[in-house]
């Protein structure tokens, strides 16, 4: 039997990606315990703890942080609450999962970073996509030279369906919200930095999208600092579901991904060739991802390790993003030093 003490856990965030880590938590990682569960939504927290049997759930997530019994907070809560959690947390002296993005100013996000660097504290940020046993692949088979060097990247991530226009309100913006993770596998899949972003982009799903100051579709192209070339296509709305794939074109061969389905079956008929749609969402199409990142966190405070996904990798695509933005409204590449120095 394991003489290892348990990780504990406070689960800060009880909605759709809350109750995803907290099952995770509570059920799927070894050595691991889900402590508490705080939700401004009281009922929400309820709700969950029961279902979880987790033994407490506050409204106020500073119960959580004040617990001395507990080592590390999953921070869940809406993007404009992070950088604060994070900079409490760390005062606590408890390790810290954050869901992406940190935050959408970059101020926020480096005095965060900075109360983390001073605390002594890990911090890993959500962009699961790495851990999915796929793109993984993709990632070694770059870094072993497989592909030779890396020419051209293809992503496509399109989401089945808009959220809900008041989410689209406060979500930063597509780039913020939903490219921040395409951004972030770009430069893990590459193995380089980006240097200069071009995008064209417009509001093809609903024009409330774009009532609300935002986009809905959007192709994007990568410079990186390693002479590669990348693009990404975003759209908000794909009538067959979520679609995810990418490719590493290089000079010794290509490595590509193509989407996941719930089964591979192909019926053949009179009316054509039929197979099954993509795996509709991120909680379908992510499941394994959301398990591993969590195992990895867990692993690097045991090990005393740096964490998989630092603080600076949840930096770098919101400054991605930014330029994103500026290219998109300014209609020219914009350079990523334009917002670094
Ligand atoms: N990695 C991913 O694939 C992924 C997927 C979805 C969401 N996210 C990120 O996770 C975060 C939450 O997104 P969501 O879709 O779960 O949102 P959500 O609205 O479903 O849930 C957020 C929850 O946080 C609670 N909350 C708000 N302020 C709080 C506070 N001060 N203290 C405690 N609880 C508070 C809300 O009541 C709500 O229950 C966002 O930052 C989002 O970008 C990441």
């Known amino acids: 039997m394991s003489t290892l003490k348990n990780v504990r856990f406070g689960l800060i965030g009880a909605g759709r990606i809350g ?43 500073q119960t959580i942080l004040s617990d001395g019994a507990i080592d590390a907070v999953a921070v869940c809560s809406s993007t404009d609450t992070h950088a604060q959690i994070i900079i409490e947390a760390t005062a606590q002296g408890k390790h810290i999962f954050c869901e992406k993005p940190i935050d959408h100013n970059l101020e926020k996000i480096d005095a965060a970073l900075e109360a983390v660097e001073k605390a002594g504290v890990k911090l890993q940020i959500g962009f699961n996509r790495r851990f999915d046993p796929n793109f993984r692949k993709v990632r070694e088979m770059v870094a072993e030279g497989k592909i030779g060097k890396p020419h051209i990247l293809r992503i496509t991530s399109r989401d089945p369906a808009p959220p809900p ?136 405070i045991r090990d005393d390790s740096t964490p998989p996904v630092t603080g600076i990798d949840g930096r770098i695509p919101v400054v991605i993003g930014m330029a994103a933005w500026k290219s998109y409204q300014e209609r020219r590449p914009v350079l990523i030093s334009e917002f670094t120095q």
């Open 19 to 61: 109750k995803i880590h907290g099952e995770n938590l509570s059920t799927r990682l070894p050595g691991v315990e889900l402590a508490a569960i705080a939700d401004v939504n009281l009922t929400a927290a309820r709700d969950l703890s029961h279902k979880l049997h987790v033994p407490a759930a506050y409204s106020d997530y």
């Open 165 to 300: 226009i008041d989410y689209i309100r406060v979500s930063g913006g597509i780039f913020l919200d939903m490219t921040i993770h395409d951004f972030d596998m770009a430069r893990y899949l590459v193995g380089s930095e980006v240097r200069e972003i071009y995008v064209a982009g417009g509001v093809m799903v609903d024009p409330q999208i774009g009532e609300a100051g935002d986009i809905d579709t959007a192709v994007i192209t990568l410079q990186f600092e390693n002479g590669a070339i990348g693009v990404i296509d975003n759209s908000r709305q794909a009538v067959y579901g979520y679609d995810q794939r990418v490719e590493v074109f290089g000079s010794d061969g290509m490595v590509t991904v193509l989407n996941n389905t719930p089964d591979t079956h192909i019926y053949s008929a009179v009316d054509g060739v039929h197979s099954s749609k993509p795996l509709y969402f991120f909680l379908e199409r992510y499941t394994e991802s959301f398990i591993a990142e969590m195992k990895e966190f867990v692993k690097s």
